[in-house]
């Protein structure tokens, strides 16, 4: 891959990157992208109604088509500075990594195609930047992505900037909560010893923490936001946090809720109303070692001298997986520090990151 085209895929991905992009908040990011699809010509360019951005490019025959994504959105709110830092060899940036560059492999792939004067493929390939990947975002993006093409296309290829080398197969299963508690409340001296949901709160984490979680199949639970109450001297009427549990196994994830589901309704007394909202769900799948789709991925990694590492993981490659379509998620280049404003990418393997997704794309069509 040409030091032009890498160093072309790098300032897109720093101009995506310098456009905020929460969660929810992605339009101005998607009206950049959709800019610079009609301005690379392709077909079929649109927004659809949650802020998919869609383009095609046409293929030379009637084969299955390919569907390439990249998620558009940050953990990072609206207000957090974006400047980058530009090195010989690494680009610091918040978002740079995850996911500005994968969005960015989706111009680097049709570029790449045209700079190889590559002939048309047998198919067309589509290319959509996503929204809702992140956070609470629930992976509603992607779902309307799979709704849209369904089971159509030959494969879905999910891009993220980083993590080359890994092979998502696997999607992890996940479920959060919001825990609310609500008590009467009170002032702190007159009215002591009536119940603070802070207090009832702090106690259902305790139990939540005390939780015995098996090391295999790996399985975790975080309590990620906490918040409530009004003043230092006020009993809180109503607090809440935010619960994230995690699952290799389908059966595992299922009892861990339901132990957590028992703690909540045991929590519930007089005078302390405890409720659980499911506020995000994404649903376990994933294809064998053996698929051909894996088996070409793999490969396309070690023609780069890479030593590929089969992972499993919460991507939006989760909704294709769960629904029994071909999905793998993969990675552009390495770096680190996700989801910190100290994140940052490598500039150099990107030119075999790109690389490993054209040959994937060729060797679809083989």
């Known amino acids: ?29 998607a009206v950049f992208v959709r800019d610079r699809f009609q301005a690379e010509g392709l077909a079929d360019v649109s927004i659809d109604p949650i802020g998919n951005v869609y383009a095609r490019l046409p293929g030379r ?32 940036a918040p978002g740079i990594g995850d996911n500005s560059l994968g969005v960015a492999g989706l111009f680097g792939l049709v570029w790449a195609l045209k700079q190889e004067n590559f002939p048309p493929l047998p ?11 992140e956070g609470l975002g629930d992976l509603r993006g992607m779902k309307a992505v799979i709704d849209r093409f369904s089971d159509r296309p030959a494969a879905y290829i999910v891009l993220e900037g980083m993590s080359l080398g890994r092979v998502y197969h696997r999607g992890l299963g996940v479920q959060r909560y919001r825990i609310t508690i609500r008590t009467p409340g009170g002032h702190s001296w007159v009215d002591y010893g009536c ?15 005390a ?6 199949p790996r399985t975790t639970l975080n309590v990620g936001i906490i918040h409530g109450g009004t003043t230092v001297n006020t009993i809180a009427a109503e607090a809440h946090i935010e619960l994230d549990l995690r699952s290799e196994e389908v059966n595992e994830l299922a009892m861990l809720i339901h132990q957590v589901e028992q703690l909540i309704t045991a929590s519930t007394r007089p005078d302390v109303e405890v409720t659980a909202e499911i ?3 994404r649903p376990a799948g994933e294809i064998s070692l053996g698929h051909p789709l894996v088996q070409l991925a793999l490969g396309c990694l070690e023609e780069q001298e890479l030593q590929p ?16 379509l071909p999905a793998i998620c993969i990675g552009l280049t390495t770096g680190g520090g996700a989801h910190t404003v100290g ?14 997704i054209v040959n994937i794309v060729k060797g679809i069509y083989k």
């Open 1 to 29: 891959m040409s030091a032009s085209l890498t160093d072309r895929v790098l300032e897109l991905a720093l101009a995506i990157q310098q456009i905020p992009a929460p969660t929810f908040q992605e339009e101005k990011r």
């Open 279 to 281: 506020i995000g769900q």
């Open 309 to 324: 590492v089969l992972i499993i993981g919460s991507t939006d490659a989760n909704i294709p997986l769960s629904r029994g």
């Open 343 to 356: 994140e940052y990418i490598l500039t150099q393997p990107l030119a075999q990151g790109l690389a490993q």
């Open 61 to 92: 025959g009637a084969a299955r088509p390919l569907v390439v994504t990249a998620h558009m959105d940050t953990v990072f709110p609206i207000t957090t500075p974006l400047e980058a830092t530009r090195g010989p060899e690494r680009i610091a």
């Open 211 to 216: 939780l015995i979680l098996p090391e295999k």
């Open 123 to 133: 198919g067309d390939v589509w290319l959509a930047a996503n929204v809702g990947e």
């Open 195 to 209: 119940p603070s949901a802070i207090h009832e709160l702090a106690l259902l984490v305790t139990r939540l923490n």
